[in-house]
């Protein structure tokens, strides 16, 4: 105990020192609460910055129609991706993005992707509208290779030979498509539901979980690796209604006239139910 001079007079003044167990858990948050901070303060001067000098990035907002091809190509690297099939003739494509929209086309194959040139923008009020949606007329394509870096991919009621789809960071969902399905992902999840199966699936993902939905009519070989996730299924029988972990490969059968369905992962579940069908 010291006695306190100048302002304090001769009062006694008892110094309390943090615990040095909880030193470390106080620094956390201070670092925590000083980071929201800096970045609120930035945000928000980005944007009085960008309402007082127009320092607003250039928006690219298009609508473009083009010939289909039996092969489509699409990469929309950090943009969400959405693909739709309609009953035209030709491709269209709804794009919002910071930079230029690129297509190439030539007698057997599409190209669409977006100009990935550094474009430094220091406020958009539409930076989370930015995607891509492309229109694909219903045909049986050869080929449809879907790509992103972290945006997310979706799908629906499409027909090709074979789908391939790679993300690194983004979800992947895919609804009533038909072909052979390759999928690669490193973090992102997997959702697929299929209203027939007559052809092969095969899923690679490293930390991303799997939902698969399928009629209960169709014939599938399962198998499915990984690391330290989970199974859980009603296609199977009870024996997998509740979740059960695997460290070595499991194969599975269901029904007859069997397509392959492979899933690889190192820490995601699998989750594989039976379509319920409704009737009016």
């Not at 309609?86 to 919002?96: A, E, T």
């Not at 993300?167 to 973090?187: K, Q």
């Amino acid at each position: 105990m010291k006695r306190g001079f100048g302002l304090f007079g001769n009062k006694r003044i008892r110094i309390k020192s943090i615990p040095k167990e909880n030193r470390s858990k106080h620094l956390l948050w201070l670092f925590i609460i000083l980071a929201v901070m800096s970045g609120s303060a930035a945000v928000i001067t980005q944007f009085f910055a960008a309402e007082l000098f127009n320092w607003q990035s250039t928006v690219y907002r298009e609508r473009r129609i083009i010939e289909a091809a039996d092969i489509v190509s699409i990469h929309s690297a950090d943009m969400n991706l959405e693909i739709y099939s309609h009953s035209g003739s030709q491709i269209i494509i709804d794009y919002i993005g910071e930079t230029a929209l690129l297509t190439e086309k030539s007698d057997f194959e599409v190209r669409i992707g977006k100009d990935e040139d550094f474009s430094f923008s220091l406020f958009s009020l539409d930076r989370f509208n930015y995607n891509m949606r492309v229109g694909l007329p219903v045909r049986e394509y050869k080929e449809l290779r879907l790509t992103s870096a972290s945006g997310n991919i979706s799908a629906e009621r499409v027909h090709a030979g074979q789908i391939t789809v790679t993300s690194r960071s983004g979800n992947v969902t895919l609804f009533s498509v038909s072909g052979f399905i390759d999928i690669n992902t490193r973090f992102g999840d997997v959702n697929t539901e299929f209203v027939s199966f007559a052809d092969a699936c095969r899923i690679d993902t490293e930390t991303g979980s799997v939902t698969v939905v399928m009629p209960d009519v169709a014939g599938v070989d399962l198998s499915f690796f990984t690391q330290s996730g989970s199974f859980s299924s009603d296609f199977f029988g009870e024996a997998f209604l509740e979740a059960a972990r695997f460290q070595e490969d499991l194969y599975l059968s269901s029904g007859v006239n069997h397509k392959m369905f492979t899933v690889r992962t190192n820490t995601g579940n699998l989750v594989f139910y039976k379509r319920i069908e409704f009737i009016d």
